[in-house]
T-cell receptor, first 114, second 116 residues
Framework: AQKITQTQPGMFVQEKEAVTLDCTYD???????LFWYKQPSSGEMIFLIY??????QNATEGRYSLNFQKARKSANLVISASQLGDSAMYFC???????????FGGGTRLMVKP | DARVTQTPRHKVTEMGQEVTMRCQPI?????VFWYRQTMMQGLELLAY????????DSGMPKDRFSAEMPDATLATLKIQPSEPRDSAVYFC??????????????FGDGTRLSIL
């Protein structure tokens, strides 16, 4: 079974600064996808960004980018120019070949300071 | 934007009662997932469907939980009888498989369930 690890239970960042949220995974699947979701205090799960294991470029989506290091099995989320509205839980998720379901990490709570 | 719609948003009921949660997936999506989120276990898969056929329900307690997809626009998750340990947020998500690559799943807003 795949294992997804987010080692930072909580993080603070100053508004307007960049922050990196860590995610490592363990798999033997030859191809897979990595996803990041944001869960604000209101509770919904918002899809942010996706990285395919065979993608040549790191994924970017607005202020979000993925620092994907396949050999190290890490897929860290970088948020540039943090905003107060970025304060939320962030989940890394993995999807492999065996099925269509997502396996989630434990999450990181990000708090943006004004 | 297309959204996954879940009802109800909140449900409080007494132990032993039947609970039914409903989900309308995004039109055109062919997979539907039910996840449960608790403080202790985090997000875990309960069941999922592809083209309305159940593919995996190994995460569900079979004696009290059931998941169905009577048509392409409705998925249901039932708990009967409910127990206090079922208190959690239940998410429905839908996605498109077979369109190339690993397409993201899109989540509904969840049903916050409290069993007294």
């Amino acid at each position: 079974a795949q294992k997804i690890t987010q080692t930072q239970p909580g993080m603070f960042v100053q508004e307007k600064e960049a922050v990196t949220l860590d995610c490592t995974y363990d798999t033997s699947d030859p191809s897979y996808g990595l996803f990041w979701y944001k869960q604000p205090s209101s509770g919904e799960m918002i899809f942010l960004i996706y990285q395919g294991s065979y993608d040549q470029q790191n994924a970017t989506e607005g202020r979000y980018s993925l620092n994907f290091q396949k050999a190290r099995k890490s897929a860290n989320l970088v948020i540039s120019a943090s905003q107060l509205g970025d304060s939320a839980m962030y989940f890394c998720a993995f999807r492999g070949n065996a099925g269509n379901m997502l396996t989630f990490g434990g999450g990181t709570r990000l708090m943006v300071k004004p | 934007d297309a959204r996954v719609t879940q009802t109800p948003r909140h449900k409080v009921t007494e132990m032993g009662q039947e609970v039914t949660m409903r989900c309308q997936p995004i039109l055109g999506h062919n997979t539907v997932f039910w996840y449960r989120q608790t403080m202790m276990q985090g997000l875990e898969l309960l069941a999922y469907f592809r083209n309305r056929a159940p593919l995996d329900d190994s995460g569900m307690p079979k004696d009290r939980f059931s998941a169905e997809m009577p048509d392409a626009t409705l998925a249901t998750l039932k708990i009967q009888p409910s127990e206090p340990r079922d208190s959690a947020v239940y998410f429905c998500a839908s996605g498109l498989v077979g369109a190339g690559g690993f397409q993201p799943q899109h989540f509904g807003d969840g049903t916050r369930l409290s069993i007294l």
